[in-house]
């Protein structure tokens, strides 16, 4: 009897199996994902109704029906560390699946950051206001609503007529003895451009900011939540819902911005990715 308990404790710990016992399966795109990505999972063989949970590294994710399969799109943080992650799928008969995620390094790329004159310029005071008004900022937007179901149906894609990268995800810009990473990606967008909603969803903040000035963030759904910055004018209001292609402002330099453009952020369950990756994982 104890040999017996022995060895079903060691196959716990030790069986990580890759697919469930009546052929569930998690697909993975991509297979290999570098910091500050993003990756798709979509569940075959199993419905939705039976899975009770998908964590990675422990935090659990939202499934979301997409294209009829269950779904969850994942972000992995700009620092995370890289080598094997955890991704876990448990169905309500509490089988179970997991896969081994392969996170790379990202190269790490700096810059400097100038402040804009009517910001208070390159002065350590000024640094050290930008730093601090900087964190109550995105502490507000840490608390923006998420949705678990998908609230939309369609692909995403960029919120452009035309698409232009100006500035890249995922480098550090260096002010005074802060290093700030740039959290999304910069389009070319002269003022005024219209700004469009890159997938339906629900405005759930429409405000002016001191940094990021005015800013729209749409809940989409399935931990889903994108943000728009820099705008010169907003066209949503808070509660509204917006379907794919919806303007919900134009293009500017509002808060600390150089020049007109557009910022684009987008967080998966929190978790601010690469958006051009995430509008790749759609193609
Ligand atoms: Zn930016």
Redo the contacts with the bound molecule.
Sequence with gaps: MRVYLFIVFLAGVFYAPTALAHGGELLVTPETVVQGEPFMVVVKGIDIRDVKKLTFDGKQIPVFLYGGKPTALIGVDLAARSGKHTLKLVTLDLDHVEKSISVQSRKKITAPLGIPTKLGGNTKVAQENLVTVLSKENGVLARVKMTDPALFTEAFSASLESIFVT?AYGYSRETGSYSIP?K???FRAPLGTEVKAINSGVVRLARDFTVYGKTVAIDHGGGVVSLS??LSKLSVKEGQKVIKGDPIGFSGDTGYAESP?L?LSIRLSGVSIDPMKFFALFK
């Design positions: 500035d740039h999304g990606t910069d910055m820099h453009h910022h």
